[in-house]
């Protein structure tokens, strides 16, 4: 199921091949999100040009909408977005337990409110299972409980314990399964090593396809992050894929892929794009800035679509005028940029002597 191809012989970075039903995914790799079975601004297309490997999907979002039967009943996510390579999807315990004010936590369960029409929904360890079964996704998130920033000891340890309890019910659940998808577990535990290191004994001899980092990119300095994945990542089993989640800013993954890290997930690339932020070489940038107004020169220099054919002028001048092809070309050239700074990564650990 995954194979280390090759280590650095410079940090804990490491090469590998994770196979999946619908493909298999090179790592380390960024994974673009696509919450509502699409990247927003991008068609299917234009991420086999840039070359994306596997995309992540939303469960709580794709439950309500179109709802996880209809996808079924439509031959699952695959043939519904056309998409015929790897997709991930996350439990959608993060946003079920970022409408706090609407949801209550069982031992066994969580109810909440729908934000599109305020209905009573549950999800259980089991029944995020098989909203993910009928969706036909590759790799499986278990139900958890992403702990705000920031919070106390005890207030962590509660939610931990709650989190491995449901984590463990689903994986014995998906063990009985007939099915060729591949099921991760999260390592919870906020910003305390001892605790994350606790999760990890807890679930390394299990038998999980692989292991994620959750609880981590929500709200927390960035010295506090680096610390859980370099104190943490080298506590995991050395066999499975290791999955940062909702990190994927440039200033993030080199660091992170030096300690071990292999795949990663980020909104920030579309999101940071409808507000005419793009990323380059020397940083980020904001498009909408003035002093771009009569610049003729591209974003970057960079082998994009986006970057071969506009200015920085044009891009800003769709911007201002609120024109959709602004967000669509930034998007592009952003999702572009992650997915090829990781590719050239992966590529120097291979060039290594």
């Given at each position: 199921m995954f194979k280390i191809i090759k280590r650095s012989k410079k940090s804990n970075a490491r090469v590998g091949l994770l196979k999946t039903a619908h493909g298999d995914i090179q790592t380390p790799v960024f994974m673009p999100v696509g919450t509502l079975a699409t990247v927003k601004?991008?068609?299917?297309?234009?991420?086999?040009?840039?070359?994306?490997?596997?995309i992540l999907a939303n469960t709580y979002h794709l439950s309500l909408r179109p709802t996880t039967e209809r996808?079924?009943?439509?031959?699952g996510i695959h043939s519904f977005m056309n998409w015929k390579k790897p997709i991930l999807t996350d439990s959608g315990g993060y946003q079920v337990f970022s409408l706090s004010k609407?949801?209550?936590i069982f031992s066994d369960r969580v109810e909440f409110k729908s934000h599109l029409d305020g209905s009573l929904k549950v999800f259980t360890p089991q029944n995020v299972i098989d909203h993910q079964r009928r969706i036909g996704s590759d790799i499986w998130m278990p139900l958890d409980i992403c702990t705000p920033y920031p919070a106390s000891k005890d207030d962590v340890r509660k939610d931990m314990a709650v989190t491995n309890k449901w984590i463990k019910d689903a994986h014995g659940y998906w063990d009985q399964l007939d099915t060729k998808s591949l099921f991760f577990s999260i390592i919870q535990g906020g910003m305390y090593p001892d605790l994350r290191k606790e999760c990890v004994s807890e679930f390394k001899d299990m038998g999980f396809s692989g292991f994620a980092l959750g609880g981590v990119s929500v709200g927390e300095p960035r010295e506090e992050m680096e610390e859980i994945v370099a104190?943490?990542?080298?506590?995991l089993p050395e066999d499975k894929p290791r999955y940062l989640m909702g990190v994927g800013l440039p200033e993030n993954m080199d660091f992170c892929i030096q300690q071990g890290i292999d795949m990663f997930d980020c909104v920030a690339p579309a999101r940071l794009a409808r507000?005419?932020?793009?990323?380059t070489k020397n940083g980020k940038i904001n498009l909408k800035n003035k002093q771009f107004?009569?610049?003729?020169?591209?974003?970057?220099?960079?082998?994009?679509?986006?970057c071969q054919s506009y200015s920085k002028a044009y891009l800003r001048h769709l911007l201002v005028c609120k024109e959709m092809l602004?967000?669509?070309?930034?998007?592009?050239h952003?999702?572009?940029?992650?997915?090829?700074?990781?590719d050239k990564i992966r590529n120097d650990i291979l060039a290594e002597d």
């Open positions: 601004g991008m068609t299917v297309d234009n991420l086999n040009e840039i070359g994306a490997q596997i996808l079924e009943q439509y031959g609407t949801r209550k104190s943490v990542t080298p506590e507000h005419g932020h793009v990323f107004q009569d610049d003729l020169t591209p974003i970057d220099d960079c082998d994009c679509m986006t602004g967000p669509i070309l930034l998007s592009y952003n999702i572009h940029f992650l997915v090829k700074m990781v």
